[in-house]
Each structure stands twice: as C-alpha cells, then as structure tokens.
C-alpha cells in the first residue's frame, strides 16, 4: 500500500480526531468565558489553578487523551462507539449555547428569589451542571472504550456514580475543616457575614454570635473597624441594619461601622468585598461560623482576596451542625464548578 492509499485510508480517523479535540476545547473555553461572563466577573481574572477550574481543566484534557488512546490502540473501532464521544460533546456545546442566549436575554437580571437561592441563577447553573455531568460521563465512558472497545452502560453508570460520591465526600470532609486565625488576627476591617433576622428586627442566635464575635475584636482593638452585610426578607429590616443596631447597642459608634445592605449571599458578600477592598492593601478578617468558613475561604480565592477567617462561638447541635455541613458541602460545589 502507497503512502498516499495509507493517508487517504486514515483520513477521516485523523478529521474525526481533530474534530473531537477541536469542540472539546471550544467546549472547555466557552464553559469558562461563560462562567465569568454569567457572574458578571472579569474573565482576566481567569486561575487555572483555581481548584474548580482545574478539575473542569483535567477532566476535557483526560477526554481528549482518551479520544487518542482509543483511535491509536483499535484504528479500526466502529463509528457507533466513538460517535458516542462525538454526541456527548455536542450535547455540552448545545447546553452552553443555551447559557449564552439565557445571558443574551438578560435573564440573570431579574430580581426572583426561593429563600435565599436567586432564581435568576437557576437555569444557567441547570446548563452548566449538564455540561459538567456530561464530562464526567463521557470520561468515564472514554476509559471503558480505551480498555476494551467497548461500552457496558451498568458499569459505566456505577463507575460515575462512585466518583460522584467519592466529590462530595471530598467536599464535605474540606467544610468540616475549621478555619480560623484569631490568635494572629490584626486588621483593618472585621466583615461579619450577614444571617436571618427574626421579629422584632432582633439578629437570629446564630446571626447574633457573629455580630458577637466582631463586637468582641473590636473591644480588643484586634479590628479598627466592622463592616456588616445582607439585605432583607420582605417585612424586616436588612441583615446589616439589624447587625449595626446591636453593636451600637453595645457601644460601637456609628462612625466605625460600615454597612452593606444589598448582598442576599455569601457569593455576593465576597464579591462586595473584593470590589470595595480588593487591591487596596486593608487587611480583612470575615467573621462568620465554623461551618462556613471553609467555604468563605475557598471562595475568598476566587476573588483573589487575601482573608483572614474567624469564627463565633455560637454552638450547633449536632443534628444541626450535620444539617449545614451538608448544606455547605453542596454549595461549595456550585460555587467551585459554576461560581454561584
């Protein structure tokens, strides 16, 4: 066989190839430009080595690795079985093309919420969780190819389920770390992150042994000044006036407390915090609770804020504690994966 029957033999193995790497990495890039996009945050602010980039990172590069694997160990696969790989990512880049036209319609500007979830969110991370799940599967079903060409749907399944479980206990073992530096804790600023508010505008006990903790810092001149957020449930006064009321209470002048009452989650409070001290050189401490500070501190990185994390020392009961844990376990996903 002449050089030129062997290039014409294998050349729609080679267009099929670079078609899958080609929309595999348009995939991953239009994944992260939108990523930015959505959360209305500077794509130059891009970190590769931000943990819930690289592992969106690491999984289209293992895709693409296996694409290869398989075409050079069996040249002669079937059409059904890579055509598979070849559905899985047009399926991605058809669920970030409906993020674009969500982000074109300017959905992530309404207003709605469910508790404190924006619902305006709900729909780009619903597309971006379909890409992320889709990737994962399309790995997992890429390695059953590569090992014997070919696909046993039950194994596969099984396979992606295991590594789900393994993430998520991953995650909920990192927010059952606690991060917390009092003990070295001199700063320009003490943020203590916002929580419900009860009746009578009164801080919710939980909310209440926050504020307790800045007004503590404060007392002990470890913070020059506090800083409080959140906004409000309809019928109540912001998260951030109730928090101010009570350090003024307690003998705080007016003066030294800063209030941001527009934030309704953690994610906006960070990105508050980033666009009022970021590059500025204050050092920050957030004050919030055991439970949530890992996931302050995860996020804090996104920003690329330098942070100091302290918690109250309100206690939960354990049922309670577990109940949030596992809350935060789960929030710390979306926020490593889609920033939200």
Sequence with gaps: MSKLDSIKKYSPKIQQIFSFVFLELFTLFFFF???YHINQYSIYNFNPYYFGNFIIG???IINILLILVISIRY???DKKSTGILHRFILIKCSALLIVFLLALLGIRDTEMMWGTFSL????PVLFFFIYVVLSLYQMVVAVFLGLNNKIN????????????FVFFIFTFLKVSTSVDQTKSIKADFGIIMGAAVYRNNLPSPLFEGRIKKGLELYKSKKVKKLQVTGNNAPGEISEALSASNYL???GVHQSSILIEDNSRTTADQLKFIESEFGGNGAKLVIISDEFHSQRIYEMAKFYRLDISCVNSDYELKTAKLLYYRLREAIALIL??????
């Design 33 to 35: 430009f939108l990523k």
């Design 153 to 164: 749907f039950q194994k596969t399944l099984y396979s992606f389920l295991v590594l789900v």
């Design 248 to 250: 003024r209470k307690y």
């Design 58 to 60: 690491i999984i289209s």
């Design 75 to 77: 040249p002669r696969s």
């Design 335 to 340: 926020f490593w994966l889609f920033a939200m």
């Design 120 to 123: 305006n969110k709900f729909a």
